[in-house]
């Protein structure tokens, strides 16, 4: 069988309510894990960014006291 056939020997025609709720919920898990790792890593590069800056604006404003 290639990649897109099912063995006959596990192929199912329909499910039922259990597997459907579990499918359904299956889907919104991997949803809201797509979502999330997308915030953090949006998240992560403009705290980088913000880095950057703060780190940029050091070196060519030096501060007047250093205490």
Not at 43 to 67: I, N
Request: one cysteine or more; charged letters at 45%; a positive charge.
């Amino acid at each position: 069988w290639g990649k897109s056939e099912m063995p006959t020997d596990i192929a199912v025609d329909s499910l039922n309510e259990y597997q459907m709720k579990d499918l359904n919920r299956l889907k919104e898990w991997l949803c809201h894990k797509r979502t999330q790792v997308r915030l953090e890593r949006d998240r992560a590069e403009r705290r980088q960014k913000r880095e950057e800056e703060a780190g940029k604006r050091r070196v060519e404003q030096p501060a007047l006291f250093e205490f």
